[in-house]
């Protein structure tokens, strides 16, 4: 895509201080985009991890595009409302809104069956897959008014496989459920809903869990992918004149970026996990009322 491919588009990146969410609203500003970003970091030091949304926002802005930093808590549905109030109140428009916001329990990764770790874990079907459900509760009738806009959930091949135990498996296998259903209600009205299956991420996260744990995740760095990767992948599929065609599916990112022709950072092009972790589900296409 050229650089301006996004200019006078309006994008909602949830989750964006850090980690993938940063790494798709920046490579949707440098398209062009202006792009809210949302999460609850504002100074550095406040999180586990580095990272703030006032920081990604700039860096929208100085790779050409307009970031907008919006402090939002999304277990907060008020928050949530107001969120896409201001984006309609600003931009009158919303082309693609990116369901990022998740909550990750510093032991997910951890040894350990699901019982033995906190509770806690469980608390990302709210931040993860409940919050998803009510921004995109807001964000439709923006794009539905418009006749047109794409909803993207990020998700995993731990909608598949065992993957940091059942809450985890339950959020991203929910996702991909919810982008199905969603797309019905949708259709009539050209507005797409998808999920996407990133890889193993590149990300200050990652960066962390190969310092405490190299034995097991050293070995998959070098076929990490980029979180911009994903924000690319979400724009070709935002420009796709066949993007309804995809509506309810969900799709592997290295799979996509390949078809599309979109290469990684440095010209990787990083590989499909599908032999190895399982492939999307196949929806039944009946439709009870």
């Keep these: 895509m050229t650089q301006n491919a996004l200019a006078d588009r309006v994008a909602v990146v949830t989750g964006a201080s850090r980690g993938a969410g940063k790494g798709i609203a920046l490579a949707l500003g440098a398209l062009g985009a202006r792009v809210y ?9 406040d ?34 409302a107001a969120l896409f109030e201001r984006v309609e109140s600003e931009a009158g428009r ?15 990764i951890e040894d350990g069956a699901f019982w033995e770790k906190p509770l806690e874990l469980v608390d990302i079907l709210d931040v993860g897959l409940r919050s998803a459900y009510v921004a995109s509760h807001h964000a439709a009738p923006l794009m539905v008014r418009q006749r047109g806009g794409l909803i993207a959930n990020t998700s995993s091949f731990g909608a598949q496989c065992y993957m940091h135990g059942p809450a985890y498996g339950a959020q991203k296998a929910g996702l991909d ?20 299956w990133m890889g193993f991420l590149a990300t200050e996260r990652t960066a962390a869990a190969i310092a405490r744990r190299p034995d097991r995740f050293a070995a998959l760095a070098d076929s990490a992918e980029t979180p911009q990767l994903s924000g690319h992948v979400i724009a070709a599929l935002w420009a796709d004149p066949e ?43 009946a439709i009870v009322e």
Aim: hydrophobic fraction near 40%; aromatic fraction near 4%.
């Design 177 to 196: 459920k919810m982008a199905w259903d969603m797309a019905v209600d949708l259709r009539p009205h050209d507005v797409a809903a998808v999920s996407i």
């Design 94 to 108: 919303l082309d693609i809104l990116v369901n990022n916001a998740t909550f990750l329990h510093d032991q997910l």
């Design 37 to 45: 970003v949302t999460g609850r970091t504002r100074r550095e030091g």
């Design 47 to 80: 999180a586990s991890l580095p990272g703030t949304i006032d920081a990604t926002a700039e860096a929208i802005s100085d790779a050409g595009g307009q970031g907008i930093a919006v402090p939002c808590d999304h277990r907060d549905d008020g928050a949530v």
């Design 243 to 285: 993007c309804m065609k995809r509506s309810g599916h969900t799709w592997i990112v290295a799979e996509l970026a390949r078809e599309y022709g979109i290469e990684d950072v440095g010209g990787k092009q990083p590989p499909s996990f599908r032999k190895a972790l399982g492939s999307p589900i196949a929806f039944n296409p």
